[in-house]
């Protein structure tokens, strides 16, 4: 069964054409692919404990005390305070109840209601009516924020099935007193007004869009709970302190740096910790670039536009050797030449070069002299 947007082809649905994230909630939107549905539930005449999902992915936990045969995507009637709502089933059988203990909530918490029955064509036609009414209750909503100048965003409403009561979904920097806007909500509308403030990022979720990696949000699609975010996973991963670069629609940073951060902290415990250049004969060289992965560190000179490769053992050994007080002759070598022995080897190379200019200057005489007799020897 389709959302309430799904077109429908020769009596069979169509699809929005939105890709998984229509406007009426998506149709696959935060769905949970039930790994357990092959096995058969362990304890007979148990209460079944069921998972129904609401507009824009909003789920909650109620029981099936009339043990009705359900499936997964029913529409189905269920108890809310005050009245009832009408919501698609989204997960069943023994995964259930490991989702309610991952969320902490009891099988005999008070919180779970009752499913009344499987939603019949009438209320399902009844539904799409009241559905109907949001886009305008929207619209007109944000001309009275707007007119009564209240710090706070709109972004959804939904109504309950029954139409007696609507659920406002706002976002707002500070506090906001939202009393005398109920009491006009609820003269208007001629219904129960309920105000509920969401983070950026489940306002992000609801209103849905394209990442930057180009593909749908992680908030709309799949990621329910939200973990905190900070530069430092951006550091630990080398990436460029850039915040229109690291921000998500949300404004606020991307999800997506915590996904590899375990990874990157592993891997940084082998690599030590440069807080001066490593000391040489030839100068002191700067950290340029690391490179996690490879266990590769790039050292350069002041007076060099060159970089110099290093395996971790290398850079270890040269901190070792500074603390000791002592110098390589560079990054590549460790030995450390004496005054002696660079004045015996200045003299052999010097002599080298002597002998080898001397041995040049013969071989020119050489062939100076046979082209000098090879006229005589034509005579």
């Not at 029954?162 to 009393?179: G, L, P």
């Not at 992000?204 to 949000?217: D, K, P, T, V, Y």
């Not at 004045?343 to 200057?361: I, R, V």
Request: net charge positive; aromatic share 6%.
């Amino acid at each position: 069964m389709g959302c309430s947007t799904c077109s429908t082809i020769n009596g069979e649905v169509a699809g929005c054409q939105n890709n998984g994230g229509c406007k009426s909630g998506g149709c696959n939107k935060l769905n949970v692919f039930d790994w357990l549905s092959h096995m058969e539930i362990p304890i007979s005449g148990s209460i079944e404990f069921v998972e129904v999902r609401f507009k824009n992915g909003r789920k909650e936990f109620f029981k099936n005390n009339a043990s009705l045969d359900l499936t997964t995507g029913d529409a189905v009637i269920v108890d809310v305070p005050n009245g009832h709502h009408l919501g698609h089933v989204s997960l069943m059988g023994e995964l259930v109840l490991l989702q309610m203990r991952k969320k902490n909530i009891g099988t005999g918490s008070e919180e779970i209601r009752n499913i009344y029955r499987i939603a019949n064509q009438r209320d399902i036609d009844r539904y799409r009516d009241v559905r109907n009414r949001e886009m305008p209750t929207l619209y007109r909503t944000r001309q009275i924020i707007n007119e009564m100048n209240l710090g706070m965003k709109l972004t959804d409403v939904e109504f309950q099935a029954d139409n007696t009561k609507a659920t406002f979904y706002y976002s707002a920097e500070d506090r906001v007193d939202f009393r005398e806007l109920i009491k006009v909500l609820a003269g208007e509308f001629k219904i129960r007004v309920e105000m509920r403030q969401i983070s950026l990022r489940e306002e992000a979720g609801r209103l849905g869009g394209i990442g930057s990696c180009g593909r749908e949000l992680c908030c709309s699609t799949w990621l329910s709970e939200f973990k905190s975010v900070s530069t430092q996973a951006a550091r630990y991963q080398n990436l460029s302190l850039n915040p229109s670069k690291l921000s998500g629609q949300c404004g606020r940073l991307k999800c997506c740096l915590n996904y590899e951060l375990e990874t990157y902290m592993e891997a940084l415990e082998d690599i030590p910790e440069i807080e001066q250049p490593l000391l040489t004969e030839k100068g002191p060289a700067k950290l340029q670039k690391t490179d996690i992965f490879r266990k590769i560190m790039w050292f350069g000179y002041d007076d060099e536009n060159s970089w110099h490769p290093l395996q971790i053992d290398r850079v270890n050994r040269i901190i070792k050797l500074n603390k000791e007080g002592k110098k390589p002759a560079t990054l590549l070598e460790d030995t450390l030449i004496d005054t002696k022995e660079a004045a015996l080897n200045s003299d052999l190379e010097a002599m080298d070069k002597k002998y080898a200019t001397h041995g040049k200057k013969k071989k020119k005489k050489k062939k100076k002299k046979k082209r000098g007799n090879k006229p005589n020897d034509q005579q």
